[in-house]
């Protein structure tokens, strides 16, 4: 197969210049995700017992229940 030296020159100085700016090492693992996620886990932990600490037995006023009762309604399976 017969290919232009001019076609075959550009390829050669294209490989290059992806080759140049291809990283050299990868890219470090990202760290905002996990944190973000232990950060959102704790704060809804601290918000559901201070929502049960304020009213533990009494059902919201939107007719929800309270915390602790889908909390003991989780734990049993239902």
Do not use: H, Q
Not at 2 to 17: H, M, Q
Not at 43 to 59: D, K, Q, Y
Not at 66 to 77: F, H
Request: glycine share 8%; net charge positive; charged share 30%.
């Amino acid at each position: 197969m017969l290919i232009d030296p001019y076609v075959s020159g550009k390829v050669r100085e294209l490989e290059a210049e992806l080759a140049r700016r291809a990283p050299s090492s990868p890219a470090p693992a990202p760290m905002l995700g996990p944190l973000a996620f232990a950060a959102g886990k704790a704060l809804r932990r601290v918000g559901e017992r201070l929502e049960s600490w304020a009213n533990p037995t009494a059902p919201e006023s939107d007719g929800t229940r309270p915390v602790a009762a889908r909390r003991e309604r989780s734990e049993k399976g239902c």
